[in-house]
Structure formats: structure tokens, C-alpha cells
T-cell receptor, first 109, second 114 residues
Framework: EDQVTQSPEALRLQEGESSSLNCSYT??????LFWYRQDPGKGPEFLFT???AGEEKEKERLKATLTKKESFLHITAPKPEDSATYLC??????????FGTGTQLKVEL | DAGVIQSPRHEVTEMGQEVTLRCKPI?????LFWYRQTMMRGLELLIY????????DSGMPEDRFSAKMPNASFSTLKIQPSEPRDSAVYFC????????????FGPGTRLTVL
């Protein structure tokens, strides 16, 4: 069965303390791996799509990478405003996305 | 663009009542998705439409749930009768055919069934 697992479930960082979030997947025929950010009381906000192993994408302090088994969301020198839940999702084709349970990130001063 | 619009933002109802959630997708998007999010199960796809046609409703939990998309700019998710276990946040999302599989989410409707 195709599935995605995110780790850790929760992460607490000090401002400026870089780290990475993990998204491990077992998908036959991955067509896309997605990262979303979700703030409390809001809908998920699209961040990145990765399509093939070796691909990388960056946005401000965030960089997403993809291998054949997992994706990482690297956060460099995080700020308190980066605090949110980060969700990864995949598609094996078509419009249907399957989401992981997320990593809740808290960045403290 | 206003983004995906959902109404109401909050709904409190009593068990057995009918609940209707509404969604207006982003103009030009031809795919629409209904999700449910709970602490226990995370974000689950209930049903999605392409060009107003239901494509996959395998996530609809039971016959009490139904969804319609009468035109490209409006969709409803109905629960009849509602039960306390339906309490969750319901999200609508839409996507454009030329934007890969990226989905854009609305703010959600928080449903509480007493």
C-alpha cells in the first residue's frame, strides 16, 4: 500500500538553529511529492512540488530535497514565524494527494 | 484572486440535523477536492471532481455524506443526518490543469456536532 510517514511528530528549535524534517514514502510510481505549511486555524498553504530524485527547491529559509525513498525539508536559521505544521503529500498519478500526519514545528526566541 | 472561499467558517449543530458546507473554487481551476481533518486521522480526501464530474468518492465515509458540483464555481458537501463523530474541520481545495498537481486550500469549515 502506498504511504507516507513524517518525522519527527513535533520539533522545537531555538531561533537560528537549523534542522530538517523528514518525509519517508513507499509509492509505486511517484508522480509528485509536495510540501505544505499549515498555520493554526488555516488551510494548508502550498510550498513545493518535487518530481524526481535529486531535485531541490528553495524558498527563503526552506529547501526541499527528494531521493528515491524520502524527502527532506531543510530549515536554515529559522525564525519564530516559521512555526507551523509542515505536511508532505504524494501523488502516484492523477489529482489525488495522500497526506502525511505532519511535523509540528515550534521556533522559540 | 480571492482564493478558495468556504462557508460557513464555523458550524455548530445538533446530532441528526442536516449540515451543508459550501465552496467556491479559484476561477479557472477545473478540479475541486473535499477533505476532512481531525487530530486522530489527519487530512483525508473525501471526494474530488474534475470538470464538475465526481471522479473518486472512495473517501466518503458513508451514505450520510454527499457532494455535488452543479457548476464550475460552486460545490456543496452535505451530511444528513449528522453525528458527533463528524465533528472536524472540512477543507475545500482546487487546482488548475496546467499547474501540476498543486492544490490550493480554502480556510476550512469547523463543524461541531453536539
Amino acid at each position: 500500500e502506498d504511504q507516507v510517514t513524517q518525522s519527527p511528530e513535533a520539533l522545537r528549535l531555538q531561533e537560528g538553529e537549523s534542522s530538517s524534517l523528514n518525509c519517508s514514502y513507499t509509492v509505486s510510481g511517484l508522480r509528485g511529492l509536495f510540501w505544505y505549511r499549515q498555520d493554526p486555524g488555516k488551510g494548508p498553504e502550498f510550498l513545493f512540488t518535487l518530481y524526481s530524485a535529486g531535485e531541490e527547491k528553495e524558498k527563503e529559509r526552506l529547501k526541499a530535497t527528494l531521493t528515491k525513498k524520502e524527502s527532506f525539508l531543510h530549515i536554515t536559521a529559522p525564525k519564530p514565524e516559521d512555526s507551523a505544521t509542515y505536511l508532505c503529500a504524494f501523488t502516484g498519478g492523477g489529482n489525488k494527494l495522500t497526506f502525511g500526519t505532519g511535523t509540528q514545528l515550534k521556533v522559540e526566541l | 484572486d480571492a482564493g478558495v472561499i468556504q462557508s460557513p467558517r464555523h458550524e455548530v449543530t445538533e446530532m441528526g440535523q442536516e449540515v451543508t458546507l459550501r465552496c467556491k473554487p479559484i476561477s479557472g481551476h477545473n478540479s475541486l477536492f473535499w477533505y476532512r481533518q481531525t487530530m486522530m486521522r489527519g487530512l483525508e480526501l473525501l471526494i474530488y471532481f474534475n470538470n464538475n464530474v465526481p471522479i473518486d468518492d472512495s473517501g466518503m465515509p458513508e451514505d450520510r455524506f454527499s457532494a455535488k458540483m452543479p457548476n464550475a464555481s460552486f460545490s456543496t458537501l452535505k451530511i444528513q443526518p449528522s453525528e458527533p463523530r463528524d465533528s472536524a474541520v472540512y477543507f475545500c481545495a482546487s487546482s488548475h490543469p496546467l499547474a501540476g498537481y498543486e492544490q490550493f486550500f480554502g480556510p476550512g469549515t469547523r463543524l461541531t456536532v453536539l
